[in-house]
C-alpha cells in the first residue's frame, strides 16, 4: 500500500541539521506514526513520502519554508518580568504559551534575561534551519475514520483523548 491522503504511517526516522548533528531520531523507541494529509508532519517531509511503502527509504532535504520556516526577527520580543507573574524564578530556555501576532496562542521561549527585562522568542526552535531526514517506512495502512475524523492516528485500543 503507498502513502497517500488519509494513511496512517509508521515511520522510523533521523533528523539532523546541516552539520550532521543528531536532532531527534525514533532509534531504539517506536515509529513515528501519523495520519498521511492532515498536517501531522512538516510539509517537506510528508511531500516526500506520497507513493512511497513499507521498506522504503528515503533521504531528504527540507528547507524552512517546508519545515518551520524562516527565522522571523518580529517574534522576539522584550517583556517586563512584571509579566511574569505566579512564575518564581524565570530562567533562560524555559516555555510559555502566549497570545500571537494573530491572536492564536504559540509558544515562546525565554532567550535572555537582562535584569526585568525578559526576552522571548516566539520561533519554533528549528526555525530556519535545513533539515535533513534518513526514514524507513515501517507500516502504511487506512486510517479508520473515526481517525479521518480527529485528524490524527489514535493508538492500540482507541483514541487517547
Do not use: C, W
Request: charged share 20%; net charge negative.
Amino acid at each position: 500500500m503507498q502513502i497517500a491522503a488519509n494513511k496512517a504511517v509508521s515511520i522510523d526516522y533521523t533528523l539532523t541539521n546541516d552539520a550532521g548533528e543528531v536532532i531527534d531520531s525514533s532509534a531504539g523507541g517506536a515509529p513515528l506514526v501519523y495520519l498521511h494529509g492532515a498536517g501531522n508532519i512538516i510539509v517537506g517531509l510528508e511531500k516526500a513520502l506520497v507513493g512511497k511503502q513499507a521498506g522504503d527509504e528515503v533521504n531528504v532535504s527540507v528547507e524552512p519554508e517546508e519545515a518551520y520556516g524562516e527565522y522571523s526577527a518580529e517574534l522576539v520580543a522584550t517583556l517586563n518580568r512584571s509579566m511574569f507573574e505566579g512564575v518564581d524564578e524565570l530562567e533562560v530556555g524555559m516555555q510559555f504559551h502566549a497570545s500571537g501576532p494573530d491572536g492564536g496562542m504559540q509558544i515562546v521561549t525565554i532567550r535572555e534575561l537582562d535584569g526585568d527585562d525578559v526576552i522571548v522568542d516566539g520561533n519554533h526552535p528549528l526555525a530556519g534551519q535545513r533539515l535533513t531526514f534518513a526514514v524507513k517506512v515501517v507500516d502504511v495502512r487506512d486510517a479508520s475514520a473515526e481517525e479521518v475524523a480527529h485528524g490524527h492516528v489514535h493508538g492500540e485500543g482507541g483514541h487517547q483523548h
